[in-house]
């Protein structure tokens, strides 16, 4: 048994017959707006409504998160347990070395910092400047944007 809150595994046995209360899962897509120090707020577009998220709860895959960008937001009797960013962002590239000509016949990559302060692998080509795809769930570079 999981504890969606906390995280914790118990190994627990119940009887057949037992009866539980199902639980309810609200999910809602805030905005993203600023961090002040551990908290983060994010936005009700409906309501207007701000949402402060503690860090911890915020996922390695939160880095690829900027201002003003829609996450969806796991909540459990109104705490909130989970904060899924979009699978996909575009992003400008910061900073990276130039590009070089050599044997490019296999996949070469070199380290590239995109504008969140995230780094990720890209092909060679990419320049500083340039909008990349990224999918936030593996932190790969996808495409051009």
Known sequence: MKNVITGAVTETSFNPTAKFENATVDRATMEYLYNDGNLYYFMNPETYEQEPVDGSILGDNFKFVKENMECTIYSYKGKVFNVEP?????????????????????????????????????????????RIKIDTRTGEYLSRA
Do not use: H, M, Q, S
């Open 86 to 130: 979009p699978f996909f962002v575009e992003l400008e590239v910061t900073e990276t070395d130039p590009g070089f000509a050599g044997n490019t016949a296999t996949n070469a990559t070199k380290p590239a910092t995109v504008e969140t302060g995230a780094e990720i692998k890209v092909p060679l080509f990419i320049e500083r400047g340039e």
